[in-house]
């Protein structure tokens, strides 16, 4: 079965839409709560005293390793590939913001609460601005990741997407399926990286002085 035939067919774009789809949703959970979860490991002592170390021994596991957990879960199902993608990106993002955040100079959150900055307007004016950089960063790559973890779980759920678009190419032996799926997976991650992040990791960094303009 040629890749063109998949194309003019419907069934690659509609596994493309059906992967970034579940993508974007697996990662929003992820982006959101990591960040929460990473602010409050930096800044709430009982927090950290509680969970700092399960994060850190849970982000060795690989996301492979989900995937049997979210099976017995939800069963085949969305839900079971979205868990499988936010764990798989949320600890990422998770222990990126906690370092982001520590590392803002103490000076620099003294001299703004001795300007008056205090509570939301600290957060918000100070502290989140600048760790952002880090944030970014951690951001990124936990995109990685969870592209990473989306597939795996659409190889073995029956449920579309390009992973089983990979598994389909198998079963038929049909070779050039299977390359061509890989090659639309590196050009999409290619894309992604570069449309949502590239260009925001660079105007971030020029803005805080860590790169030349």
Known sequence: MA????????????????????????YSVSLV?????????????????????????LQAIPSVCWLPLALLWFG???????VVVVL????SITLATESAVNTIPPL??????????????????????AALPGI???ARLGWTFAWR???????????????????????????ALVLGVMVVIVALGLASDHLLFGGLERRVRRSWGL???
């Open 88 to 91: 798989g990106s949320l600890l």
């Open 108 to 129: 620099l959150v003294r001299a703004a609460r001795t300007m008056g900055a205090k509570g939301a307007r600290l957060w918000l004016r100070v502290i989140l601005p």
């Open 3 to 26: 890749l063109r035939d998949n194309v003019r067919s419907g069934l690659l774009p509609r596994a493309v839409g059906r992967s970034l789809a579940r993508l974007a949703v697996g």
């Open 76 to 82: 085949l199902g969305e839900m079971a590939i979205q």
């Open 211 to 213: 790169d030349r303009a």
């Open 149 to 175: 973890s989306l597939l795996a779980g659409e190889l073995l759920f029956i449920s579309g997407g390009l992973g089983q678009v990979l598994e389909l190419g198998r079963e038929l032996h049909d070779m």
């Open 33 to 57: 709560v990591g960040v929460a979860l990473g602010v409050a490991l930096a800044r709430v002592r009982w927090v950290k005293d509680t969970l700092g170390a399960v994060v850190l021994g």
């Open 136 to 138: 970014v960063s951690g």
